[in-house]
């Protein structure tokens, strides 16, 4: 079964950072595009951030660009979504997907993780 799993969520004040990892125990994620979501209550979700699989191919949702960054760990195997200047608006859960493609524009959403929460507030 294949299977990723978020972690690095927690509660933030606004302004902070917080940094989320995507692994896979099941499959080698360094062969497939992994993107980044998130749903916040009551919305629906939305992708926020892609990386194909050579790592200089990223994407990001347009309120989150220069604030975070998607970046792969290879000798790790994960890929890690670095926040910063989190706002009140970044409250939500956060999910990681692997696409059945090496990139952000092919394929489709096969492979989903449980999420993490990632609250900011004062």
């Known amino acids: 079964q294949l299977q990723l799993v978020e972690s690095g969520g927690g509660l933030v004040q606004p302004g902070g950072s917080l940094r989320l990892s995507c692994s896979a125990s099941?499959?080698?994620?360094?062969?497939?595009?992994i993107g980044w979501f998130r749903q916040a209550p009551g919305k629906e979700r939305e992708e926020i951030s892609c990386?194909?699989?050579?790592?200089?191919?990223?994407n990001y949702l347009d309120s989150v660009k220069g604030r975070f960054t998607i970046s792969r760990d290879v000798a790790k195997s994960t890929v890690i979504l670095q926040m910063n200047a989190l706002e009140l608006e970044d409250t939500a859960v956060y999910y990681c997907?692997?696409?059945?493609?090496?990139?952000?524009?092919?394929?489709?959403?096969?492979?989903w993780g449980q999420g993490t929460l990632v609250n900011v507030s004062s």
């Open positions: 990386i194909g699989i050579t790592g200089g191919s990223t």
């Open positions: 099941t499959f080698n994620l360094d062969f497939r595009a």
């Open positions: 997907a692997a696409r059945s493609s090496t990139s952000c524009r092919r394929g489709y959403l096969e492979v």
